[in-house]
């Protein structure tokens, strides 16, 4: 029983982390820079909780992270420099979904979310390459627009 409850909790700490990443990409650079970790020390129990205890839960996690890129006045949004890229984007979401290759399984934020344990744990891989090669589609977090 021990083995499958450890089993169930690296399955739902896997799904937070990727559920995290949607949310913030820049996730993992923020855990690596002592910036944020001074940050964090500085803040609150429930923040510092969100952030270091807790293992399950993305979207506290989530929200300390939105906190500390709002103190330290990082945009959550991707800038373009360029008056050429700003003119290629589109004010309406198109129909169309990305180009894909047979090899690579594209994903849902939606339906990763919506996933049981057991289909999250057979899929992890394949969700985090779609993480990775760009070809995870988030229709959930405020990355949709």
Sequence with gaps: MREIDEMQLNVHREKAEAQLL???PDFNDIKESDEFHNWADE???WIQDALYENETDAKSAARAIDLYKADQ???TKQKNTSKDAAKSVT????????????SSAMFKESDVNDMSAQEYEKNADAI?????????IYDMSGNAR
Excluded: L
């Design 128 to 136: 985090m390459e779609a993480i990775r090669s760009g070809k995870f």
């Design 91 to 102: 004010s309406r979401p198109s129909k169309a979904t990305p180009d894909t290759d047979a």
């Design 43 to 45: 803040q609150p129990k």
């Design 73 to 75: 006045g990082i945009s």
């Design 22 to 24: 949607a949310i913030h």
